[in-house]
């Protein structure tokens, strides 16, 4: 959407100018189909009390009680009651009111857009019997247009309205049908029409009566937001934004609109000094909630994301059991916190194996929903993926369901698509025990690794005894300084320093090389010899692991952690202007240096050989476990002929 208008308010007054319109399309209207297919009529009930579907409630007292003949008549208000109660419940009430308050600014909004496009003359030209042959072309694309304007606000603000109302149940109602674009009012008769055909079939009691409604709200705004790409005469709608104070709605052209709400989290958040080991990843974990708080809410922007060094997708690996987990409670508990201090929302989610869904298409949904949920501009977001191995698929892979290449499609695209926007607001974190089982494309979209290889020293392996030990004991500590050896800045800058040579194999071997070539690796020149050195030893590093290493470089520039006073008092940064932290932060950038590249650089191809290793391993094991197999049924075989 281009932005080109300041907010506007949507007054009250001219929403509810429209409620005596809006109430009585819920009452009943005549609709004949065009595109949709009626539903057929319910089935027998298979016993007593059982029904398979809605039930129509043929005498409601105060509402439009005749049914009329024409093929589908919709009376939403009675179909909502049904038969179940002679009274309605509080949620029947509370769905029939939001769509009542949908369908009033639904209609504000067209009128708003009607008035700024010129549709409100020519439609007035029209009923006169003025309108020129010249315009009726403009005169039917602002009709379609508003037709367009008036399906998703509707959509928009049903949604919206019924997001607080909604629980763990889901309905799939399938791709809306009678869309219809002749004018705003026929519009919304087909959607409403289409909405009755879904409550019918799918609301057998009230929790999925909201889920039915939120479900089609969705759908309509996907296929009409979609419509709209190539539609004609709609900047008097994308160009403008208006706000409904007294729903804390906004809307923004065809961009849905979300409750800035916070995830209630119940994990067991851990504190830094419970993580041992895991220096580089735990150092960088912090930073990186830190990061997070400086997002500006009016800006929509955070100034690491201008300044480069922020985190938008990182991957960490290691052997089971070295503290993946943890850290997720460390980084989710710091943010938790934070949020806490400053007021701000905050979103936690898990994309899980419970995700990947045999119908087709599902899947799919499920992980985009996660990538809503986490990039909300509203909310400060943290999405973490769990198990990434198991739950995206490998493309070339036979093991891999339809479900997790979907979902290998969706991640893919957000975390570096042709639309994707880093805001500076969010991070996803995806986490495996073999990341060698992850599609290299996939990989490779993480901007930064942390290697998560639990204690290392004995000192690590002391502190994390008496960590789990706990109090309930008398056995002396001994000749040791509990927790010293997790000083974090003293213990990163030995990890770092151990990166200024490689660590695997085969990249040593790389390296070793180019240095014999040309010598000490100390202008762009010879670095960038280097990086093809590594290129031909290893295809599959590419330009966008040459972006992931600069990236990762502008993160060590800005190799300090934002002041804890700072989020303890917002204050003194959190609740200053876009531009006072942006300055401030940049007052503690550090140069850029050659053995911080150096390091990056093998940081980065170290966990590239390391995954192919292990890939090329897995593979040749998958294969010579197939050749057994196929001499086994060979050799069964003959034996059975013989």
């Known amino acids: 959407m281009s932005q080109t208008a300041d907010q506007m308010e949507l007054r009250e007054e001219e929403i509810t100018a429209h409620y005596a319109m809006a109430l009585a399309m819920l009452q009943g209207f005549d609709h004949a189909p065009r595109i949709g297919k009626a539903a057929e009529a319910p089935q027998q009930e298979a016993s007593s009390g059982i029904g398979t579907r809605r039930r129509f409630r043929t005498t409601t007292p105060g509402l439009v009680t005749r049914r009329s003949t024409v093929t589908g008549a919709v009376q939403l208000i009675a ?17 029939l009111n939001g769509l009542r308050r949908a369908i009033s600014i639904a209609l504000a909004v067209a009128e708003n857009y009607a008035d700024v496009s010129g549709l409100g003359d020519l ?7 003025n309108l020129p042959d010249a315009r009726k072309v403009e005169f039917s694309e602002l009709l379609a247009g508003e037709a367009l304007v008036t399906l998703y606000v509707f959509g928009n603000a049903t949604a919206y309205l019924m997001s607080s109302h909604q629980s763990e149940v889901t309905v799939e109602v399938g791709d809306v049908q009678e869309m219809l674009t002749d004018n705003g009012q026929t519009a919304l008769h087909g959607a409403l029409w289409e909405l009755d055909q879904d409550i019918a079939a799918h609301a057998t009691d009230d929790a999925r009566l909201v889920a039915t409604v939120a479900a089609f709200a969705e759908a309509l705004m996907e296929k009409v937001a979609l419509r709209a790409q190539e539609a004609p005469r709609l900047s008097g709608f994308t160009n403008a934004v208006w706000r409904v104070e007294a729903d804390d709605f906004t809307i923004a052209g065809f961009t849905p609109a979300t409750k800035a709400k916070s995830t209630k989290l119940t994990m067991t958040f851990k504190k830094p ?18 990061m ?3 997002y500006d809410f009016e800006r929509k922007l955070n100034p690491f994301a201008e300044l480069g060094g922020f985190i938008f997708t990182f991957m960490g690996d290691g052997k089971p059991g070295t503290g993946k987990t943890t850290l997720i409670q460390m980084m989710a508990g710091l943010i938790n916190d934070y949020c806490a201090v400053a007021g701000y929302p905050f979103r936690y989610q898990n994309l899980s194996t419970d995700n990947i869904d045999s119908y087709q298409g599902k899947s799919g949904q499920n992980a985009k929903a996660f990538i809503n949920t986490i990039i909300d501009s509203n909310a400060i977001g943290f999405g973490t993926i769990d198990d990434i191995d198991q739950l995206a698929g490998k493309r070339g892979d036979r093991q891999s369901s339809a479900g997790q290449l979907e979902i290998t499609a969706v991640l893919m695209e957000s975390f570096a698509g042709a639309n994707t926007v ?35 020293t004995r000192e690590d392996y002391i502190d994390i005894l008496y960590l789990l030990m706990g109090k309930n004991h008398d056995i002396p500590v001994g000749a040791h300084e509990v927790f010293s050896a997790q000083e974090i800045k003293k213990a990163v800058a030995a990890s770092f320093e151990s990166h200024s040579r490689p660590h695997e194999a085969g990249l040593m071997q790389v390296f070793d090389r180019v240095h014999d070539q040309i010598g000490e690796l100390d202008t762009i020149a010879k670095l960038g010899t280097y990086l093809k050195g590594i290129q031909e030893a290893d295809e599959r590093f590419t330009g966008r692991a040459i972006k ?20 303890e008092n917002p204050e003194l940064f959190l609740f200053k202007s876009y531009d006072a932290k942006k300055d401030m932060i940049a007052e503690l950038r550090q140069p850029i240096t050659v053995e911080m590249v150096i390091q990056e650089i093998n940081r980065y191809a170290d966990s590239e050989f390391r995954y192919a290793d292990k890939s090329d391993e897995v593979a040749i094991d998958a294969m010579v476990r197939e050749f057994g197999r196929q001499e086994a049924a060979k050799k069964r075989y003959l034996e059975g002929k013989g």
């Open 273 to 290: 000094n419970e993580v041992v080991g895991n220096h580089i990843a735990k150092y960088q974990a912090m930073k990186l909630a830190k």
């Open 292 to 294: 997070l708080m400086a």
């Open 422 to 456: 880093v805001r500076g607001n969010c991070t996803f974190g995806m986490f495996s025990n073999y990341p060698e089982n992850v599609d290299d494309a996939l990989r490779q979209r993480a901007g930064a690794r942390f290697l998560v290889d639990g204690p290392q």
């Open 79 to 95: 179909r909502v009651e049904g038969e179940d109660d002679a009274l309605m419940s509080p949620l029947q009430a509370t769905v």
């Open 123 to 129: 439609k007035r030209a029209n009923l006169e019997g």
């Open 548 to 567: 992931n290493i600069t990236d990762a470089v502008k993160v060590r520039a800005m190799d300090f952690e934002l002041p804890d006073e700072w989020m």
